[in-house]
């Protein structure tokens, strides 16, 4: 079992930059794939960045990639996901997931076994 817990958002203005956090519980972390996902606003949740057990698979849906960064700390049970040049489509609720894999790091949000409850970045224009 783990328990996933997010934090950093916030409000920001466009060409901002934030830092999601997600502190995992359990002393398996290191067993699981993480990845971020987000929900705007009367949309479907979707993909943002993933990354594998160690940290050296990462993945990106093309509308972040080259402006938001996922990394791990094995050490602290942390997931980061860093985001500069923030626009206002990227408001919306993030959340981080957890699948317990030693494989490549899914994209589809079914592949995953647990969630954390979500933070909200907002993007002013």
């Known amino acids: 079992q783990v328990q996933l817990v997010e934090s950093g958002g916030g409000l920001v203005q466009a060409g901002g930059s934030l830092r999601l956090s997600c502190a995992a519980s359990g002393r398996t972390f290191s067993s699981y794939a993480m990845a971020w996902f987000r929900q705007a606003s009367e949309k479907e949740r979707e993909f943002a960045a993933a990354?594998?057990?160690?940290?050296?698979?990462?993945y990106y849906a093309d509308s972040v990639k080259g402006r938001f960064t996922i990394s791990r700390d094995n050490a602290k049970n942390t997931v980061y996901l860093q985001m500069n040049s923030l626009k206002p489509e990227d408001t919306a609720v993030y959340y981080c997931a957890a699948k317990l894999t030693y494989g490549v790091p899914a994209r589809m949000a079914g592949e995953y076994d647990y969630w954390g409850q979500g933070t909200q970045v907002t993007v002013s224009s």
């Open positions: 990354i594998s057990w160690r940290g050296r698979t990462t």
